[in-house]
């Protein structure tokens, strides 16, 4: 069966030090990959987009890998502040049909 | 005004009423989305219209009933709902459909008590 899981509901990690989320799935085959961020009672941002062809993505504080032989995606952020606490969405992007969003793990910060 | 807004923001309705939820988007894009969120759940896609015609129905119960007159403004017409309909309702618009890579753009969302 089809399964997109995020490792873990909930992540707790002290300011400055990195956030690793993790994303894997089963049975499908996605062109793409997106990442999402989710504030409490707010629609989810686009944060990165990552393609099949690229290992890796950068985005100031942000980094994502995207292994499709492990079918996995790594969500990076170094430096971490409280103000990264949210909850991270990842989205399997297969072309021409809608995207499959993950439940989302929960990271909170602490100063 | 930019980006996806939606209203209202709160909604309280009994199972009897019959309510509309309103998107629009300024950005000029082709595709519009509805999803709803529950609470431990992934987003659940609901309805997908690329150039003003619905593309995509995910088994949505009748309860539920979109319109999309233009490409700006997407609406859901809630009719006879029950308690479980009770989530965040959110719109989301993005370039178009096709290729894939195209990311999604999200309004604030409206959230639903079905009292």
């Known amino acids: 069966s089809q399964k997109i899981e995020q490792n873990s509901e909930a992540l707790n990690i002290q300011e400055g030090k990195t956030a690793t989320l993790t994303c894997n799935y089963t049975n499908y085959s996605p062109a793409y990959l997106q990442w999402y961020r989710q504030d409490p009672g707010r629609g989810p941002v686009f944060l990165l987009l990552?393609?099949?062809?690229?290992k890796e993505k950068r985005k100031e504080r942000l980094k994502v890998t995207f292994d499709t032989t492990l079918k996995q995606s790594l969500f990076h952020i170094t430096a971490s502040q409280p103000a990264d606490s949210a909850t991270y969405l990842c989205?399997?992007?297969?072309?021409?049909?809608?995207?499959?969003f993950g439940k989302g793990t929960t990271l909170s910060v602490s100063s | 005004e930019t980006g996806v807004t939606q209203t209202p923001r709160h909604l309280v309705m009994g199972m009897t009423n019959k309510k509309s939820l309103k998107c629009e988007q300024h950005l000029g894009h082709n595709a519009m989305y509805w999803y709803k969120q529950s609470a431990k759940k992934p987003l659940e896609l609901m309805f997908v219209?690329?150039?003003?015609?619905?593309?995509e129905n995910n088994s949505v119960p009748s309860r539920f009933s979109p319109e999309c007159p233009n490409s700006s403004h997407l609406f859901l017409h809630l009719h006879t709902l029950q308690p479980e309909d009770s989530a965040l309702y959110l719109c989301?618009?993005?370039?178009?459909?096709?290729?894939?890579?195209?990311?999604?753009?999200f309004g604030p969302g409206t959230r639903l008590t079905v009292l």
């Open positions: 989205a399997l992007d297969q072309a021409g049909t809608a995207l499959i």
């Open positions: 989301a618009s993005s370039q178009d459909r096709s290729g894939g890579g195209n990311e999604q753009f």
């Open positions: 990552i393609r099949e062809n690229e």
């Open positions: 219209y690329n150039f003003k015609e619905q593309t």
